[in-house]
């Protein structure tokens, strides 16, 4: 007895304390609730805020072997914004009104969620108390409610590849019009050219234009479900849970998920980093496959399948190491998510479901067996659809470290392409571009005027790369003044051509010349497009371009008689017939068509390239003399002596950065080669001749 009567004031104070908290409780209830909604808004915040940039999470060096860390830090969220801006570029667009709809679908879902959990205690209760019309009713109930479910679920998923697809037409033709140029704008600024040619950043822009901003659309639409749709419902099932069981029995849930959560955070790979190196040696092999197309012929005459061989299995053996590494690491994080996530949270939850079970709480109450297994199914249930999504949640960091990856490699691309376009190249250089007059000549640029002529002043000629060809070239061209370049190989012919096409920048000087649109260029292999024969000729136009200019079949086929490739148009089906012409066509025949083309465009000057190197020379001076009838200037590179009656001036270049600039006299210089050709196999002859001498003189004996 004196034991008991020193225990009832402290159980008394106990009882005192359980009143009062009772009295209280539905205040604490509200307290912890909410406190629980803002932290999961809080710690959500947390799991996807911006992290500090690492070190090497900027761009690596142009050509530089080691990839850039991704990660989803401040770096990703500055890139994020300036493409969701492009993709989603207004409230009132569709792709917001897409989002709109998203939202409510996922809304819609999760409420029906929570009755489904509701339902599912209410059969298994009437199961339990025996009631038959009751667990009808439930079942019907139950099947009802599996239309509007089945309808939101196909929406969902309908309106997420809308998603993906709207964002990836924004984002495609946002590219496009950075790279092939908008009919506004000059034509000088050949992104498509320069970005693969001037800079080493992009090797395979096709890959990168294709399947990464294909992917990047793909993570970008589902983004927001996995990580939106998981938070609400966390939010929704954790409250309807603290409503069942108190606000008490969440909060110990949600400490023992948060220290559990923290360990697998700390385990979590680096998934954006190998995302982007996957795509990054996915893409090094396809260009691999597709360099092997483009010079099969070539490889083939060299018997250069070994080789070739070696060169792809290398890029292919780089990209499966790669993804083993990823796939071991990717178990061994599988291993410790579902473990955590399934079976330990499912632990946590089922001793939380227990407590109404065990516990008698102020203010919960579950009269009979009936009432208890309902309250416990539906607890269960709920807790399982919260389970889900906290595990979803957790799992959206992983998407979100993917689409870290894909958005670098998105504005990997668009960042090169704005560089390119305001001339800001990043190419690796020779080692003499390293010297210090070299170095201030390729930082310098120079002047450049439209003018009718073309007149360079003290221009150097420079590769991408930094090699100096010419340290300051001057001439001038008239209209009307054809002009032969002659030079070895290496010299810096095609490099002036690509200055005058606007495709090289000028790194110094003056420059007067045409716009890029007055000329055309003719290369030893011209361009044939797909498309139809008609397309060949008329190219870049189109058929209704042609029309619009007052030109029919009919002058086309009196511009191939010309050429002497009337008789193409009957021999391979007509106008309208669609072949691979490069493989249709002999190598003299596509030079004529790129002939035909010239006449066609009738442009104020044409750069030939040896562009007659493979037709006869008969038809070689009956399309020089048409372009000069024409009104054509030409400027020629070729070794031919038969083209030098039809140029007036000639500029030669040596090879070691000198040249001449003069007047070309053919006949002159016709006879002088002659001459040249004339000393140049008598002193062929020469060494025979010593050696008869000595033959004779030793016959003779002297």
């Not at 994020?80 to 996922?106: F, G, T």
């Amino acid at each position: 007895m004196p034991v008991l009567s020193k225990l009832r004031p402290s159980d008394n104070r106990i009882a005192e304390i359980s009143r009062i908290y009772a009295i209280h409780r539905p205040l604490v209830q509200r307290g912890l609730t909410t406190g629980f909604v803002l932290y999961v808004l809080l710690a959500a915040y947390q799991g996807v805020a911006a992290r500090p940039p690492t070190k090497d999470s900027k761009n690596a060096p142009a050509g530089g072997r080691k990839p850039p860390r991704v990660a989803v830090d401040a770096l990703f969220y500055q890139r994020l914004r300036i493409i969701l801006r492009i993709v989603i570029p207004s409230i009132r667009s569709k792709e917001a009104l897409l989002i709109v709809m998203h939202s409510s679908l996922l809304v819609f879902r999760t409420a029906i969620s929570l009755y489904v959990a509701a339902l599912d205690g209410k059969i298994v209760a009437s199961l339990v108390r025996g009631r038959s019309f009751e667990f009808l009713l439930n079942i019907i109930r139950w099947l009802l409610v599996a239309i509007p479910a089945t309808w939101t679920n196909s929406w969902l998923s309908y309106v997420q590849n809308k998603l993906a697809i709207a964002y990836r037409t924004r984002l495609t033709r946002e590219v496009l019009k950075q790279y092939l140029g908008e009919e506004s704008e000059t034509p000088d600024s050949k992104v498509y050219y320069k970005v693969s040619n001037l800079d080493d950043r992009i090797k395979n822009i096709d890959q990168m234009i294709t399947h990464d901003i294909q992917r990047f659309s793909a993570h970008l639409a589902a983004i927001y479900a996995n990580l939106a749709k998981p938070i609400l419902d966390v939010i929704l099932y954790n409250y309807q849970l603290s409503q069942n069981i108190g606000a008490e029995g969440l909060v110990l849930l949600t400490v023992l998920i948060q220290l559990s959560a923290a360990l697998l955070r700390a385990v979590t790979p680096s998934f954006g980093t190998y995302t982007t190196q996957s795509a990054a040696l996915a893409g090094s092999l396809r260009h691999a496959h597709s360099r092997l197309a483009e010079f099969a012929e070539e490889v083939a005459f060299f018997g250069g399948e070994d080789a070739e061989k070696e060169i792809i299995e290398k890029e292919y053996m780089s990209l499966v190491q790669h993804e083993e590494k990823v796939m071991a690491r990717r178990w061994w994080y599988g291993c410790a998510e579902e473990g955590i996530v399934k079976w330990l949270w499912g632990s946590f939850g089922l001793v939380v479901c227990a407590i109404p079970i065990f516990f008698n709480l102020p203010g919960l109450s579950n009269v009979d067996l009936g009432s208890r297994t309902e309250g416990f199914v539906t607890n269960r249930r709920l807790l399982l659809s919260s389970s889900d999504a906290m595990g979803r949640v957790m799992y959206s960091y992983k998407d979100l470290a993917e689409l870290a990856g894909y958005t670098a490699r998105v504005s990997l691309l668009l960042d090169t392409m704005s560089d390119v376009r305001n001339g800001k190249f990043k190419k690796n250089l020779v080692a003499s571009a390293l010297e210090e007059e070299n170095s201030k000549m390729i930082n310098g640029r120079g002047k450049v005027f439209e003018a009718e002529d073309i007149h360079f002043e003290n221009v150097p000629i420079i590769t991408p790369n930094g090699d100096v060809l010419l340290r300051n070239l001057t001439f001038n061209v008239k209209p009307g003044e054809h002009l032969l370049i002659v030079g070895p190989n290496g010299s810096g012919k095609s490099s002036l051509f690509r200055i005058l096409g606007g495709l090289w920048p000028v790194y110094g000087g003056t420059v007067r010349k045409p716009p890029a649109s007055d000329f055309i260029l003719i290369p030893q292999r011209p361009y044939l497009s797909l498309g139809t024969l008609r397309d060949q000729v008329i190219y870049p136009h189109s058929q209704e371009q042609m029309k619009a200019r007052g030109i029919s079949d009919a002058d086309l086929l009196a511009i191939l008689a010309v050429v002497g490739m009337d008789s193409v148009v009957g021999r391979e089906g007509g106008w309208d017939v669609t072949r691979e012409w490069r493989e249709a066509l002999s190598g003299g025949d596509q030079q004529k068509i790129a002939w035909a083309r010239l006449f066609y465009h009738k442009p104020k000057y044409a750069i030939l390239d040896e562009a007659t190197s493979l037709v006869p020379s008969d038809m070689e001076g009956k399309m020089m003399e048409e372009a000069t009838a024409l009104g054509i200037t030409l400027l020629t590179v070729s070794h031919r002596p038969s083209l030098w009656k039809y140029h007036s001036t000639i500029l030669q270049l040596d090879g070691q950065g000198g040249y001449v600039f003069t007047q070309l006299n053919a006949d002159k210089r016709l006879s002088l080669q002659e001459e040249k050709e004339g000393l140049q196999t008598k002193l062929l002859e020469v060494p025979k001749l010593k050696s008869r001498l000595a033959e004779l003189r030793l016959l003779a004996g002297q």
